[in-house]
């Protein structure tokens, strides 16, 4: 492995931005006699911080275009029918999420109940879009296939993303997503009834991660094989899957035995580590098979004080966010 430059550390801190980057997916199935308590349950645990999750995509996009503007040009350009349709899902996400609480207080008004179900729907659907349109992204980064355009408009922009690997990627991501969400709302809630919906709704996404992770790891072997042979041959795949397995594992345990704290940290830990695994696969590409890290970054007195700006709002950011948890989610 080459040695770490200014390059390496900004993608680094891109990499943990997305890290930090969905419990709308159980707002769209909520069911059952306590499904009202279940949405309620989602609004109060992600409307105190709603804003807040946004500010790692904003970040990873700011880091892009200023550090690597090459990758951000290709990326923004070959990818612009599935970024933009999860950028629609992110406004129509947050737009949706705020009506619906302005309708669900406003019981005075006439149809205001029919409107917040309304409402309701739209955040829900775009909160499953999302993720799966984020997945259809990296799926096309991780093959391989993105390249300049001047093929054709479908060889340029569709096929790139369009693809069997592609669509087992965004699978994999939306369950991920509802796995992840689960497992926190077990911790949100109060009720011992609404904990258990939420608990074995989390089981149940744990299974769902299982059968996408390898179905999707059986595709990358055939469409992104750089990334397939990353994650049987690299030296440190047996570890890292051992590690995810173990994470995973203690995970459903920690849940199956009623420990969500511990759910929690496990299941964060889990995707962490699928995510950090693809890095790891696809280094030191930014964009397979042609652009590395290096060959995409700016100048070095760009990566530099960018290092030095990152470093400088990482003291304001991140007392403010601790701050704002605090206050708002003091367990």
């Not at 258990?196 to 179905?215: H, K, P, S, T």
């Amino acid at each position: 492995m080459a040695d770490i430059g200014p390059a390496e550390l900004v993608a680094g801190i891109a990499l943990l931005a997305l890290t930090a980057f969905g419990g709308g997916v159980w707002d769209l199935l909520a069911s059952g006699p306590r499904k009202r308590e279940q949405r309620a349950l989602i609004a109060e645990a992600i409307g105190p911080i709603w804003e807040a999750n946004h500010v790692w995509l904003i970040l990873v996009i700011v880091v892009l275009f200023t550090c690597f503007p090459v990758a951000f040009a290709r990326l923004t350009i070959g990818l612009h029918i599935p970024l933009s349709l999860m950028l629609v899902g992110i406004v129509l996400r947050g737009s949706a999420f705020t009506f619906r609480s302005h309708y669900g207080h406003g019981g005075a008004h006439e149809g205001a109940a029919g409107a917040s179900q309304h409402w309701g729907r739209l955040f829900a659907s775009a909160s499953v879009a999302t993720p799966v349109t984020l997945g259809l992204c990296v799926s096309a980064l991780a093959a391989g296939t993105l390249r300049p355009p001047g093929r054709g408009f479908y060889d340029s922009y569709v096929a790139p993303w369009l693809t069997p690997f592609g669509v087992g990627v965004g699978l994999l991501t939306l369950a991920l997503f509802a796995f992840l969400a689960a497992v926190y709302l077990t911790v949100e809630a109060r009720e011992p009834a609404l904990r258990e919906d939420f608990r074995r709704r989390a089981l149940g996404a744990a299974g769902a991660v299982f059968v996408a992770a390898f179905g999707t790891l059986g595709l990358a072997l055939l469409g992104a094989p750089l990334i397939g042979r990353g994650l049987t041959g690299a030296p440190w795949a047996t570890a890292l899957h051992l590690a995810t397995g173990a994470a995973a594992v203690a995970a459903i345990w920690a849940l199956w035995s009623r420990r969500f704290r511990l759910a929690r940290l496990a299941a964060a830990a889990q995707v962490s580590l699928i995510l950090w695994g693809w890095a790891l696969a696809q280094y030191p590409y930014l964009i397979p098979p042609d652009l590395t890290i290096r060959a995409a970054a700016a100048p070095r007195i760009t990566l530099v004080l960018s290092l030095w700006v990152l470093g400088l709002g990482a003291l304001v950011l991140f007392p403010s966010l601790i701050y704002l948890f605090r206050v708002f989610k003091p367990r």
